[in-house]
């Protein structure tokens, strides 16, 4: 089998979840670190899609692509060059599994570019044509970064504040949900930080902000999860200072 090649986002919470699962199973991968709008069109090219949205993680195999993070993972999971490797969604657990991920995935959605943040961050800090990339790249996640959204982001981290600590797993042994919460808990305090070195008391005004429900305990289990299931990946809660 030629190495299947990955099409990664380095900063990309999304790209880092099928990092994650590649690394797990051991895949041996081709990295190409993507571009935004510069390597649209040879990545366009090797996906052979002209005229659909075109997102990163994507993992080009023999057999065709995988275009989501998830679907790699799973691929990782079906392709696993361990005989022993722990699995990612053990059969009992996968509907489970395929839940919290929905969860999280739509956590990340509304903190990737909530409301507002775009024009104070792009103004601010990246002048006009960081506003107008900033803008493009945004549109997609700013419907859902409502007050509906902010509560239910808070709902989920009451919840997650209720199982997880250092040493325990949202199932009982480390799967998919763990990368799934780890990446989308570290995700969300770093946008918190971000957010509010950049915007100061106008970022708690944001419904993006959900700091005070990212406290010290769930941002430990994330250190924790990393350092033992992926300590290579240099989680930017260590930059933080946490
Ligand atoms: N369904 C994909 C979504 C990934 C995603 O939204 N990737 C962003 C990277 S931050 C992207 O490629 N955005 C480019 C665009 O939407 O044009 C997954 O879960 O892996």
């Known amino acids: 089998m030629t190495a299947p090649e990955l099409y990664d986002l380095a900063p990309s919470p999304w790209s880092l979840r099928a990092r994650w699962a590649l690394h797990h199973h051991e895949i041996k991968h081709l990295k190409h670190d993507y571009q935004p709008f510069i390597g649209e069109l040879a990545f366009r090219w090797k996906l052979w899609d002209w005229t659909g949205k075109v997102t990163t993680p994507a993992l080009i195999t023999s057999s065709g692509s995988v275009r989501d993070g998830l679907a790699i993972a799973r691929w990782a999971e079906s392709h696993s060059t361990l005989s022993a490797a722990s699995p990612l969604f053990p059969e009992g657990s996968l509907s489970d599994i395929l839940r919290f991920d929905q969860q999280c995935l739509k956590r990340l959605k509304r903190s990737f570019f909530p409301e ?3 024009d104070l961050l792009g103004e601010r800090i990246l002048g006009l044509l960081g506003t107008v990339i900033l803008t493009l790249f945004a549109r997609k996640y700013r419907s859902i970064s409502t007050a509906t959204s902010k509560q239910e982001a808070e709902n989920w981290l009451v919840e997650c504040k209720g199982r997880l600590k250092p040493g325990t797993y949202v199932l009982g042994a480390f799967t998919f949900a763990d990368i799934a919460a780890a990446i989308t808990i570290e995700y969300l ?8 070195q950049a915007l100061g008391d106008e970022w708690a005004r944001l419904p993006a902000d959900v700091s005070h ?13 990393y350092e033992k299931h992926f300590p290579a990946s240099c989680p930017r809660i260590k930059k933080l200072g946490k």
Do not use: R
């Open 116 to 118: 507002k943040a775009v």
């Open 189 to 196: 305090h770093t946008t918190n930080a971000i957010g509010k």
């Open 213 to 225: 429900l990212v406290d010290d305990n769930l941002v430990a289990y994330c250190s924790w999860i």
